[in-house]
């Protein structure tokens, strides 16, 4: 099985998962969670002052110009939608929907914010929040720390980045560091000027470390390397900057889907016994579902053929057909109750009535598990071609992998437990789980097997990540940590299956 079709699976398994009721209530939620994670695209925000790039940015990033550098608009949202659309509320709160992306009818209603709907494919990947301020160090500290609350990718644009912009981004989550971009556009004036590197060096060296990259880029030359049937000179989008952008953001958005995806294994795994019947329990919902709907299928045909159904008349309307039954009408018996699953138990209240938002939940999550199903089948997953282990890799992968499960749903259990204190602990036991790995995978197996070199050369990386990790004592590193050690088991799983 290859990495992707594992990451399906968790996927459909976390969404069966929601569905079931089988979690315990906390997890539940923790698991409704994560799937909204993994079924909504990554929010990304631009920031920076006025007239810094930020709009052929979002032109480069969504594949189409909406919006010209110094357009009046107020911060708007960019997502994906059916059709193209503008949503604009005003200063009193209500809204406006406007048909398509007219700037000039936009601009005239003097919004303070606007949802801008639209069908294009990299909005089904991220949605795209381009943050307005005045050019004033207050309001854009401001907007920007409202923004880092609704994005989980920053895009900081600038031209080189003085001391009042660096005065706004130290203040921003540390959290929001790690997955955030500083961008230096003009980058092809700079070069007409004999500045680029005594700019670019400048920023150097008081961004370094305060983002996750600095990229220069030349956007007008990015945006006119792509040609208007689609195609892209590959060359000049490379040294625009335009790909290192790209793939910066893509990277971002693997990573953030690559934790959520590891996080649900964790969950999975720590509620193996409460989801042990979790096959049988939709099955019996999915069985129960089409039992009822054939039932009321049935009433409803009934109902009509006694309503419609034909009397005998004479030419003047009086009834020919039998006498009514003088006898007393006959009461509808009372239908069996069904037995309920676990999944019907817990959406249904003490009153005994089912809730129609919890019913209607229920209705999503089954809508989500065929569409994941008929996006698989529609990728057509197949195992990538690789030579067989040998039959001593194969005994000692399967060790491996059992020993991974049991560490990483015992660390999972601490991160839940231990509150405060469960970084420095999760870290510690993670450099002991990957040491023992390191070690284990080196004095066992075939050592001509090029498979398990490949392994042993992934749990050693792990192990070396793991302890850096330690000493840079963040909180997210001991998700990081588990992680690390389930993308060890994965390669496994997938070396196992090919």
Request: hydrophobic share 40%; glycine share 6%.
């Amino acid at each position: 099985m290859s990495n992707q079709a594992q990451d399906t699976g968790t996927h459909e398994q976390l969404a069966r998962a929601v569905i079931s009721g089988l979690l315990p209530d906390r997890a539940h939620e923790q698991a409704e969670k994560l799937l909204t994670r993994l079924e909504t695209p990554v929010r990304l925000a631009l920031l920076g002052m006025p007239r810094t790039g930020k709009s052929s940015i979002l032109n480069l990033l969504i594949g189409q110009t909406v919006l010209d550098e110094g357009v009046a608009l107020p911060t708007c949202q960019f997502v994906h939608g059916r059709m193209a659309q503008s949503i604009c509320t005003l200063s009193d709160g209500t809204k406006t929907a406007i048909e398509g992306v007219d700037v000039d009818r936009i601009a005239a209603l003097s919004p303070a914010f606007v949802e801008i709907r639209m069908p294009l494919a990299a909005l089904k990947k991220i949605s795209v929040l381009e943050v307005v301020a005045p050019a004033d160090p207050n309001a854009l500290h401001r907007a920007s720390q409202w923004a880092a609350r609704r994005c989980d990718i920053a895009i900081w644009c600038t031209h080189d980045f003085p001391a009042d912009e660096q005065r706004i981004w130290s203040q921003m989550p540390d959290t929001m560091k790690d997955h955030a971009l500083l961008m230096v556009t003009r980058s092809d004036l700079l070069r007409q000027q004999g500045a680029y590197d005594e700019v670019l060096g400048a920023v150097s060296a008081v961004a370094t470390g305060e983002f996750n990259k600095i990229i220069p880029i030349a956007t007008p030359a990015a945006i006119g390397a792509r040609g208007p049937d689609g195609t892209v000179n590959k060359d000049a989008f490379r040294e625009s900057g335009g790909t290192a952008l790209i793939s910066a953001v893509l990277r971002q958005v693997e990573q953030g889907r690559r934790t959520a995806l590891d996080l649900a294994e964790v969950l999975l795994l720590q509620n193996e016994t409460a989801l042990a019947d979790l096959d049988a329990v939709l099955a019996a919902s999915e069985e129960e579902e089409s039992r009822d709907t054939a039932q009321e299928t049935a009433r409803l045909q009934d109902d009509a053929a006694a309503q419609d159904g034909p009397e005998d008349t004479d030419p003047e309307g009086a009834q020919t057909g039998p006498e009514p039954s003088k006898a007393e009408p006959a009461t509808m018996a009372p239908r069996p109750e069904p037995v309920m699953s676990p999944m019907r138990r817990r959406e249904t209240p003490a009153e005994g009535r089912v809730d129609p938002t919890e019913a209607e939940k229920v209705s999503v999550g089954i809508a989500r598990l065929r569409n994941i199903a008929a996006r698989r089948a529609e990728a057509g997953l197949q195992a990538s071609p690789a030579a067989e282990l040998q039959a001593a890799t194969r005994a000692v992968y399967e060790h491996a992998i059992t020993q991974i499960e049991q560490k990483a749903a015992e660390l999972a259990d601490q991160l839940s437990d231990l509150g405060e204190t469960a970084p420095t602990s999760v870290i510690t036991h993670a450099v002991d789980d990957l040491n023992w790995l390191c070690d284990y995978l080196n004095t066992n197996g075939d050592d001509s097997d090029p498979a398990l070199q490949r392994a042993r050369d992934t749990a050693f990386d792990a192990a070396d990540l793991v302890q850096l990790m330690q000493m840079e004592k963040r909180d997210s590193a001991a998700i990081e940590a588990v992680s690390l050690m389930l993308q060890v088991k994965r390669e496994m799983q997938a070396d196992l299956a090919a």
